[in-house]
């Protein structure tokens, strides 16, 4: 994977649903022996960028497109992962208690993590707004996130493997390193970044982040936009009983 990440950090173009696209061939194994429960103290802000979150719901639940300042949007996918996260380790748990392994269930999660999360959130922040605000003071940041993205892909991929090979233990092990990283990975990318930037970016800025965004969200998944990834991702909270909102 280290090719995604050429100097310029640019991904190349989509290759669509890459992660679903390897799980029909999945096979159940069913591993011998008690595995212990991950606990995980759930770590969710409650309603951190509630606000940002549910217009961006709005728009995905009317298929229409997003009006929204892109640096809000960012912030809203956010708050859309941390719920999926919460989803998948709530799951893992089962897992870990060796009750049936749901295919469906991780195969819509790797879906949302692996195609949404690298090929449409991370798209929009390496090939449009990092680019924009690497030399307004941002460098060190950047570079320290990429190095941290490199490893994300690295436990992403790993975790798509082992939902396709029924491997239970892999799937509870690599949940908890990938979502341990990933919330800490996108606190800082807030704390350090994305807030900060809203501020430093011209009204010029933003409506060119706004179009290039348009652009990630219809290429990534033609005519569906972000309302594919919304309802598969609502679908994996409520299996759950996570609450999408
Ligand atoms: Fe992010």
Known sequence: MTALHA?????????????????PTAIYRSLTGDLPIPRQP????????????AQWAASARQERKAEQHPIDEL?????????????????????????????????????????????????KKANHLFPLIRDRGFSEHLDKLEKEQDQDIATTLELCDAVQDGDREGVVRL???????????????????????????????????????????????????????????????NHTGIDPD
């Open 7 to 23: 100097p310029s950090h640019r991904l190349s173009p989509p290759p669509r649903g890459w992660l679903k696209s390897l799980l």
């Open 42 to 53: 759930s770590v969710t802000p409650p309603n951190l960028y509630a606000e940002a979150y």
């Open 75 to 123: 912030l809203a996918e956010h708050h859309f992962l941390r719920r999926m996260f919460e989803s998948m380790q709530t799951e893992a748990v089962y897992v870990a208690q060796r009750k049936p392994m749901d295919l469906d269930f991780w195969a819509n999660a790797v879906d949302v993590v692996g195609n949404f999360a690298l090929l449409i959130h991370w798209r």
């Open 175 to 237: 949940v908890s390193l990938y979502v341990g990283s990933k919330r800490r990975h996108m606190a800082r990318e807030e704390e350090s970044v994305l807030v900060p930037a809203k501020a430093a970016l011209t009204p010029e800025d933003v409506a060119s982040l706004r179009a290039s965004f348009d652009q990630v969200d219809e290429g990534a998944m033609p005519g569906a936009g972000r309302a594919h990834y919304y309802s598969v991702g609502v679908d994996v909270m």
